[in-house]
């Protein structure tokens, strides 16, 4: 089993920065895929960002040159590093752990972009 914690959401305003941290516990296998998923208010679930085992990364094309994605293997933690905010960021932000075809999620967490 694997366990996801998020961290870092809140509120800012537009322009702000942001980061949420994602601290995975129980069985990990560093070859694994990391990264985040967003579900805005009354939106489907989008990827917003991805990071493999072999520290490979992809981004949405709303999240690339704001957004930068990094991981620890040592710490099991993955972050994401949000800049230059939008409302349209406005989602519960989801930390995602995928490997050997079984996806866990964390709980996620709040991040509200607002004046």
């Known amino acids: 089993q694997v366990q996801l914690v998020e961290s870092g959401g809140g509120l800012v305003q537009p322009g702000g920065s942001l980061r949420l941290s994602c601290a995975a516990s129980?069985?990990?296998?560093?070859?694994?895929?990391m990264g985040w998923f967003r579900q805005p208010p009354g939106k489907e679930r989008e990827l917003v960002a991805a990071?493999?085992?072999?520290?490979?990364?992809s981004y949405a094309t709303s999240a690339k040159d704001r957004f930068t994605i990094s991981r620890d293997k040592d710490k099991n933690t993955v972050y994401l590093q949000m800049n230059d905010l939008k409302p349209e960021d406005t989602a519960v932000y989801y930390c995602?752990?995928?490997?050997?075809?079984?996806?866990?999620w964390g709980q996620g967490t709040q991040v509200t972009v607002s004046s």
């Open positions: 995602y752990y995928r490997t050997y075809g079984e996806t866990y």
């Open positions: 990071v493999t085992g072999t520290s490979d990364t």
């Open positions: 129980g069985s990990i296998f560093v070859l694994g895929t």
